[in-house]
Nanobody, 123 residues
Framework: QVLLVESGGGLVQAGGSLRLSCVAS????????MGWYRQAPGKQRELIAS??????????YYRPPVEGRFTISRDSAKNTWYLQMNSLKVEDTGVYYC??????????????WGKGTLVTVSS
């Protein structure tokens, strides 16, 4: 079992910054992909940013509206990844979930989710 715990959400004014963290714990061999998703009020959950070793180590993806403002990074030694969010906009408001695709000793490519952390950007 793998447990993901997010932190760092909160209330911030437009133009401000927040850094989200996600810590993975439990029994796994490797983390193949780390991601951040956002679910805005009344909308579906969507991928915001991801970090993977495929095709090369450190391959990142950003949803276009956040590219240039958000940065995903990781501390492999701590099994932790981050989402630095700068120049926040009201439309960035939502619940942010971290996601991990992991290999365990028994299974490959299992998906796990955190419970989410709320980010509210005020105008």
């Amino acid at each position: 079992q793998v447990l993901l715990v997010e932190s760092g959400g909160g209330l911030v004014q437009a133009g401000g910054s927040l850094r989200l963290s996600c810590v993975a714990s439990g029994s796994f061999v490797s983390i193949n992909l780390m991601g951040w998703y956002r679910q805005a009020p009344g909308k579906q959950r969507e991928l915001i940013a991801s970090l993977t070793n495929i095709p090369t180590e450190g391959t990142t993806y950003y949803r276009p509206p956040v590219e240039g403002r958000f940065t995903i990074s990781r501390d492999s030694a701590k099994n932790t990844w981050y989402l630095q969010m700068n120049s926040l906009k009201v439309e960035d408001t939502g619940v942010y979930y971290c996601n991990a695709n992991v290999d365990t000793e028994t299974y490959y490519a299992l998906d796990y989710w955190g419970k989410g952390t709320l980010v509210t950007v005020s105008s």
